[in-house]
């Protein structure tokens, strides 16, 4: 039997119900929908002790607020919007135990656009085509279909508090290696095409040694760029509608690029210039309006090596990459002091 965990006081600009998304449906008009930085929710759900592709709450820059309801194991992890439970801050990237009638509130912004709340046991809400992820669009999925408001309640299957998955942490120095915080422009890798017939070798040169900012003109659905005109073929920019994949460069006949993310149409007839590697979709992910980025072509070898790395690095977590890590407040003179007591290996 489920049990109430958690009420929204204040649901912020868009928080929603994600898992890793929903996959094989595309064929049938079925966007993928999902975490759109799933490397923090996959990580989240391991320190809580969670199947990776487990629900938590997907939040939109800052401002959420949420009342607990029973005594629960959460791992706060991507963006850092200063989380705080009863006014007081707390680490992320660490699972911790929060108690009943706390209040946990994300106040301000210091980096990234996209946090995620993972609970022990996961977000109690329907599986509709193998996912519990909501599609805003199509308005199934998720919490009733829809962002979370003021005064909804959600739920856990049980109450689980093991000691294993308390205290536990992802390393500081992998979550910024991962995300490249402060590169301005961020450096996107991408592979070219499939579309190459559609655009001139000065159009691909364009991409690759330009700097794109991020426009107003975004959401889970995609990023729209400003920037230089890439140029097309006399081909044009329109081919026969075909399926769109994650992390598509769309380069329609203004010239300026579109990237499709989580949300995105099933299919579209605007030519793709290249496609983001799937390592760095989460980082793309955590970019926000007048971010800069910047394109590198990859092949697909490296791609494949890149993506073994993230993965093993995703795998370990249970393994040899998380530490026990109890904090105490040490309070000397009138200054007060977080020290931090973490487990390491002695060899």
Known sequence: MSVPFLKVLQPGILTTVQDTGRFGYQR?????SGAMDDFALRIGNR????????AGLELTFFGEEFLFLCDAVIAVTGADFCPEINGSTIPMWQSILVKKDSVISFRNRKY???????VRGGVDVPRILNSKSTDLK????GYMGRKLQAGDILSIPRIDLPADYID??????LVYTNYRWHDQPLTIRVTLGPDKDNFTGKGYKTLLESEYEISEKLDRQGYQLVGPRIEHSTKGPNIITNFTSLGAVQVPGAGTPIILMKDRQTSGGYAKIA????PDISKLAQRGMGDKISFESVDISQTRDLFIDQEKTISKTELDLIRRCVSFKVQVDDESYIVKIEEVDCQ
């Open 28 to 32: 049938l008009g079925y966007t993928q």
């Open 47 to 54: 320190l809580v002790g969670n199947p990776e592709n487990e």
């Open 112 to 118: 990234g656009a996209r946090a995620y709340i993972c």
């Open 138 to 141: 199509s308005a199934f999925g």
């Open 168 to 173: 536990k942490r992802f390393p500081e120095e």
């Open 275 to 278: 496609n983001i590697i799937s």
